[in-house]
């Protein structure tokens, strides 16, 4: 013969029932919020390398025009140097 539960833990049922299922909710709601907060962190610093990459790509560029146009300048006060 199993043992009736007790008339008060019957009362509770439902309310157990409730608190299981916002437990559960919270849970998910927690994990869903810190796998936003982990895609939001990874697409900034993806963004930031990007930012970077462009950066320093530009530097370069502008660095190698300069460099560029004083080679030039140097050939052409040479050659002038050498034709007077």
């Given at each position: 013969m199993?043992?009736?539960p007790m008339k008060t833990l019957q009362l509770h049922y439902p309310m157990?029932?409730?608190?299981i299922?916002?437990?559960i909710t919270i849970t998910i709601t927690i994990?869903?919020?810190?796998?936003i907060a982990i895609a939001i962190?990874?697409?900034i610093a993806i963004?930031?390398?990007?930012?970077?990459?462009?950066?320093i790509t530009i530097?370069?560029?502008i660095t190698t025009t300069i460099t560029i146009t004083i080679a030039i300048t140097?050939?052409?006060?040479?050659t002038i140097i050498i034709d007077t």
């Open positions: 199993m043992a009736k157990i029932q409730f608190l299922i916002m437990i994990t869903i919020t810190i796998a962190a990874i697409a963004a930031i390398a990007i930012a970077i990459t462009i950066t530097t370069i560029a140097t050939t052409i006060i040479i």
